[in-house]
């Protein structure tokens, strides 16, 4: 009894992340979990589509790519520019992939080359989207141990969202209508951006110092001395 009080009475001590940072966390789980949902639906629609096994792989493994491609040089991109409109880029870029999706397959006009064309254009921005999140936490909380209790959290929503609660609920979605996992994903993106826009702060790496520059005014000031010297 007396470690359990412990643990409540340092859970109370700690203070709060603060809102900037609850931001980035509901961005980050309404993000992971629209991974996690159409990394279920999109080979659960290829099947509809298509018998051939090498196709239907192909759709279910096209999103992971782009991280063995673009990994090192989302990285370096990523600390050269804005973080804040990095996210809300990649968040309204995957929307539109979504909602364009949906409207294809509610139309009856989804393909594979679709699908496949769709995931990797959505694992582009998963990926700029969760080293983003990752970059803003030394802007959104201070101190160390806030920042390694913000890098739980970060890491526990993307686990959670993209491996154990999202492709569960895709496949429920899918069941239940063929469109509705990709409306539903969509709108968790458009939630994301929603958060991540309403950030407030400077979340771009500080330009380099410029080289100082040497004046030359005094070297000309010795020359006059020199020569009025006898």
Same mark, same amino acid.
């Given at each position: 009894?007396?470690?359990?009080?412990?643990?409540?009475?340092?859970?109370?001590?700690?203070?709060?992340?603060?809102?900037?940072?609850?931001?980035?966390?509901?961005?980050?789980?309404?993000?992971?979990?629209?991974?996690? !949902?159409?990394?279920?639906?999109?080979?659960? %629609? /290829?099947?509809?589509?298509?018998?051939?096994?090498?196709?239907?792989?192909?759709? *279910?493994? #096209?999103?992971?790519?782009?991280?063995? %491609?673009? @990994?090192?040089?989302?990285?370096?991109?990523?600390?050269?520019?804005?973080?804040?409109?990095?996210?809300?880029?990649?968040?309204? !870029? =995957?929307?539109?992939?979504?909602?364009? $999706?949906?409207?294809?397959?509610?139309?009856?006009?989804?393909?594979?080359?679709?699908?496949?064309?769709? *995931?990797? /254009?959505?694992?582009?921005?998963? #990926?700029?989207?969760?080293?983003?999140?990752?970059?803003?936490?030394?802007?959104?909380?201070?101190?160390? &141990?806030?920042?390694? =209790?913000?890098?739980? =959290?970060?890491?526990?929503? &993307?686990?959670? *969202?993209?491996?154990?609660?999202?492709?569960? #609920? @895709?496949? !429920?979605?899918?069941?239940?209508?063929?469109?509705?996992?990709? $409306?539903?994903?969509? $709108?968790?993106?458009?939630?994301?951006?929603?958060?991540?826009?309403?950030?407030?702060?400077?979340? /771009?790496?500080?330009?380099?110092?410029?080289?100082?520059?040497?004046?030359?005014?005094?070297?000309?000031?010795?020359?006059? &001395?020199?020569?009025?010297?006898?």
């Amino acid at each position: 009894m007396n470690v359990i009080s412990k643990d409540k009475k340092d859970k109370q001590a700690q203070p709060g992340l603060g809102s900037s940072f609850n931001k980035v966390w509901v961005a980050a789980i309404a993000s992971s979990w629209g991974d996690g !949902v159409q990394m279920a639906a999109l080979p659960l %629609l /290829a099947i509809q589509l298509t018998t051939d096994p090498l196709l239907i792989g192909a759709v *279910g493994a #096209i999103g992971t790519l782009p991280w063995f %491609l673009l @990994g090192l040089p989302a990285g370096a991109l990523v600390d050269r520019w804005d973080r804040r409109k990095v996210m809300l880029r990649a968040d309204l !870029v =995957r929307f539109t992939i979504l909602a364009l $999706l949906t409207l294809a397959v509610l139309t009856d006009h989804a393909n594979i080359t679709l699908l496949i064309a769709a *995931g990797f /254009a959505l694992g582009c921005g998963d #990926i700029f989207f969760d080293i983003s999140a990752q970059a803003v936490l030394p802007v959104v909380v201070t101190g160390d &141990q806030a920042l390694i =209790r913000a890098n739980s =959290r970060i890491s526990a929503a &993307q686990i959670n *969202g993209e491996q154990l609660a999202g492709p569960p #609920i @895709g496949g !429920v979605l899918f069941s239940l209508s063929h469109s509705l996992p990709f $409306l539903g994903n969509a $709108l968790s993106f458009l939630i994301s951006a929603l958060c991540v826009n309403s950030l407030k702060g400077n979340f /771009a790496n500080p330009p380099p110092p410029q080289p100082h520059q040497q004046n030359t005014m005094p070297q000309k000031h010795t020359k006059k &001395q020199k020569k009025n010297t006898p």
